[in-house]
């Protein structure tokens, strides 16, 4: 029998991306394999049952979604949800290992093979499984467009019968996947932008964007591991670092913090005296509210406002964006399914740097060596 994919609705609170779209179940039936969409998965993306049967796909009830070969989906699944899963099938979908552990013991207790998308390696072979930057794309173009909502003045430049309009500055902190995408948002909208990062790997990428590269006088001799991500800094550093950037903070209409650490706390760079610098009116989006926020003030999934300073502090900024949102990480699951399944099944390969990146669960065991810590902490 052919390769069962399934694809359950999602039931976090106000998650409405779903795994597959049926541009991509289209490609998986034409190889042969069989994909089974639970009843109105698709609804908070858009998309409906009648479109995922064109595509070839079964529409199914989420018992029968879940209990599939290999079930594909976006939030990490809840404790009854994983009871729904099959001894010996596969779960491929975002799973929070490092701050989640306890649901990757879980996964292995059901027997469960899991791959979780935050652990697919940065190498160029990668590139198109790469489910973090694609959502961490769409997290930052929004950021921008809800910053630009808030903000009580123009981002653009504007010359008018009425005067002259000065751009907005706009500070992005953090110019990995999301700080780029939302500097080549704010600068599509015409403010003025500068960004900074612990990296200087990306001072190019940054200016090649029409931002200022901010130059902080700070040494960080080894800010990035070798995967590329920044690492962590001492305590007293990170103190000095955000001192540093109070007077920057103070200047901006809009700060957009992005800074993480890999299963790490957020670093802290928007202090209160920081806040207390910025004018009434101007806003904070902050990108890192779900490991505590970049802003000391940041509430994680509210808005709070500090002297006029609106600080917004969303969680998940990719499921605002369903469709787009949903259409990418589709495409990355469909690499991840092409790399590692035909339509006899699944194939797992410890020798592949991808899969065993990936792979948390296996045989009954948690295998990722970082999670087993964290377990056994
Ligand atoms: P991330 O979300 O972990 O962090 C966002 C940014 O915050 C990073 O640029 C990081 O340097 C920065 N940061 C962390 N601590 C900071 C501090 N104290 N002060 C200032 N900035 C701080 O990172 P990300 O966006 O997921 O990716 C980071 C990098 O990984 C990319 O820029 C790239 O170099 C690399 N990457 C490689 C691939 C690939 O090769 N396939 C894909 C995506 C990303």
């Not at 049926?22 to 409906?48: C, N």
């Not at 976006?74 to 701050?99: C, K, T």
């Not at 969303?314 to 499921?319: E, I, K, R, T």
Request: hydrophobic content about 45%.
């Amino acid at each position: 029998m052919a390769l069962r994919i399934g694809v359950p609705a999602e039931t976090a609170a106000g998650e409405r991306r779903v795994a597959l779209v049926p541009d991509v179940v289209k490609r998986l039936t034409q190889q042969g394999m069989s994909v089974r969409v639970e009843r109105g998965a698709g609804a908070g993306a858009f998309i409906t049952d009648a479109e995922y049967e064109a595509a070839g796909a079964q529409i199914v009830t989420r018992e029968e979604a879940w209990a599939s070969d290999l079930v594909v989906h976006v939030q990490p699944p809840s404790e009854e949800e994983i009871a729904l899963l099959r001894s010996g099938s596969v779960y491929i979908g975002f799973l929070s290992p490092l701050d989640r552990p306890e649901v990757v013991e879980k996964l292995a207790r059901q027997g469960v093979t899991a791959l979780a998308m935050e652990l697919v390696p940065r190498i160029s072979r990668a590139q198109k499984m790469d489910a973090l930057s694609a959502m961490a794309a769409v997290a930052g173009y929004k950021a921008v467009l809800i910053a630009a909502n808030l903000l009580p003045k123009f981002f653009p430049l504007l010359t008018t019968a009425a005067g002259t309009v000065r751009p907005a500055s706009v500070l992005v902190l953090g110019a990995g996947v999301a700080g780029l995408q939302a500097i080549a948002t704010a600068r599509r909208l015409g403010a003025r932008v500068s960004a900074y990062d612990i990296r200087d790997a990306v001072k190019e990428e940054v200016q090649s964007l029409g931002a200022t590269f901010l130059e902080l006088p700070f040494e960080v001799p080894d800010a990035q591991d070798v995967s590329g991500y920044a690492k962590a800094l001492a305590e007293e550093k990170q103190r000095q670092q955000a001192q540093l950037l109070v007077p920057h903070i103070g200047r901006s209409d809009v700060v957009i913090s992005t800074a993480q650490v890999p299963g790490r706390r957020a670093p802290v760079l928007i202090t209160e005296e920081a806040v207390a610098a910025m004018q009434p009116g101007t806003v904070i989006i902050d990108l890192a509210a779900p490991s505590g926020g970049n802003c000391v003030l940041t509430r994680p999934g509210e808005t709070v406002v500090h002297n006029g300073v609106q600080i917004v502090g969303p969680l998940n900024l990719p499921a605002e964006m369903p469709v787009h949102a949903s259409q990418m990480y589709a495409r990355t699951l469909l690499a991840m399914i092409q790399e590692f399944a035909t339509p006899e099944g699944f194939k797992p390969d410890f020798e592949d740097e991808i899969f065993k990146g990936a792979c948390v669960t296996y045989n009954g065991e948690v295998v990722n060596e970082r999670v087993r810590a964290l377990l056994a902490a």
